[in-house]
């Protein structure tokens, strides 16, 4: 396979967004670091996903999305707890786990009944999903075990064959993955702390002051 790079204008976006339709492999940049992007509801391009990093397919994928009512197919409930931290850190590197609704695969939750979501705010990650239609299932695009990549040549280095496009947004600004906080149970609960902090998500309100580390 050979392996496209490409920049960011719209037309080379549309292209990149066809290849996700199509159930191909992406990397785009974020606001944290590359991600390796499938169509987060399609089943077989989230193995794809798995083979390319080499990742247990029991470790979950999050699904990225462009606008907070996108998230609405996906779960079964949005409990308060979320809807503050949605309303608190999105569009930003947080990500939530909330209960799966029927229509997201198990292949992508590592077959667990929840989902994990995160709308980032880079502008490009965005209109790439906007243009795909589709939540995009989107971790760090390097194969397991290697360092989280900030620059799309670092992607390249690691996955030049394994997938079908790059797109070359230049160097991203934080370098750490996402923050991840389960809000299915009774008080949320950091399961991956990231670019959020305990701090800035208890501060964000009082509610919050209860918010523990898994």
């Known amino acids: 396979m050979d ?27 974020t606001e944290t670091v590359y991600g390796l992007g499938a169509d987060a509801l399609n089943e077989e391009a989230a193995r794809k996903i798995y083979a390319a990093k080499g990742r247990p397919s029991d470790n979950p994928l999050i699904a990225h999305i462009a606008k907070k009512e996108d998230i609405e197919p996906l779960v079964r409930e949005i409990p308060e707890a979320g809807k503050k931290l949605m309303d608190a850190f999105w569009p930003g590197p947080l990500t939530l786990i909330f209960p799966k609704s029927g229509r997201v ?49 670092h ?51 009082a509610l919050w002051r209860s918010i523990r580390p898994s």
């Open 3 to 29: 392996t496209k790079v490409v920049k960011t204008t719209e037309e080379e976006l549309i292209e990149a967004a066809a290849i996700l339709k199509k159930g191909g492999l992406v990397a785009f940049p």
């Open 105 to 153: 695969p198990k292949g992508t939750t590592g077959g667990l009944d929840t989902v994990a979501v995160r709308m980032p705010s880079d502008p490009v990650a965005r209109r790439l999903i906007e243009l795909a239609g589709t939540p995009v299932a989107a971790p760090s695009a390097n194969t397991s075990g290697r360092p989280s990549p900030t620059t799309a040549e």
């Open 155 to 205: 992607v390249r280095q690691d996955m030049d064959g394994r997938i079908e496009m790059i797109v070359d947004g230049g160097p991203v600004g934080i370098g750490v993955e996402s923050t991840i906080v389960d809000v299915t149970g009774e008080i949320p609960m950091v399961l991956r702390p990231g670019a959020i902090t305990m701090e800035m998500l208890k501060n964000a309100s």
